[in-house]
Nanobody, 125 residues
Framework: QVTLVESGGGLVQAGGSLRLSCAASGRTIGNVAMGWFRRAPGKEREFVAHISWNGGNTYYADSVKGRFTISRDNAKSTVYLQMNSLKPEDTAVYYC??????????????????WGQGTQVTVSS
């Protein structure tokens, strides 16, 4: 059983940056893919970014491509989401998740079996 804990959220002005962290405990995540999702008020959870087990492959939602960067440090069992040029529409609760189903696509929430509790990101205009 793995426990995922996100941190790094907060309030930032439009155009600013934040770096989210997702720390895993309970067992290693060094051999699994990880993802970031977000849920804005009144909206469904949506895919943000995905990273393969060794960081060799990354995928992003079109809405964040070029602004967000996902990375990982397996020695620290931590996954990061660097968010630059933030926009008010990026306001959401951000969740990290461990991918457990590889027959589904990487951007489907159902492909992930373990989730953190989320961290709030608020971008003011």
């Amino acid at each position: 059983q793995v426990t995922l804990v996100e941190s790094g959220g907060g309030l930032v002005q439009a155009g600013g940056s934040l770096r989210l962290s997702c720390a895993a405990s309970g067992r290693t995540i060094g051999n699994v893919a990880m993802g970031w999702f977000r849920r804005a008020p009144g909206k469904e959870r949506e895919f943000v970014a995905h990273i393969s087990w060794n960081g060799g492959n990354t995928y992003y939602a079109d809405s964040v491509k070029g602004r967000f960067t996902i990375s990982r440090d397996n020695a620290k069992s931590t996954v990061y989401l660097q968010m630059n040029s933030l926009k008010p529409e990026d306001t959401a609760v951000y969740y990290c998740a461990e991918r457990t189903i590889y027959s589904n696509t990487y951007d489907a929430p159902g492909s992930y079996g373990y989730w953190g509790q989320g961290t709030q990101v608020t971008v003011s205009s």
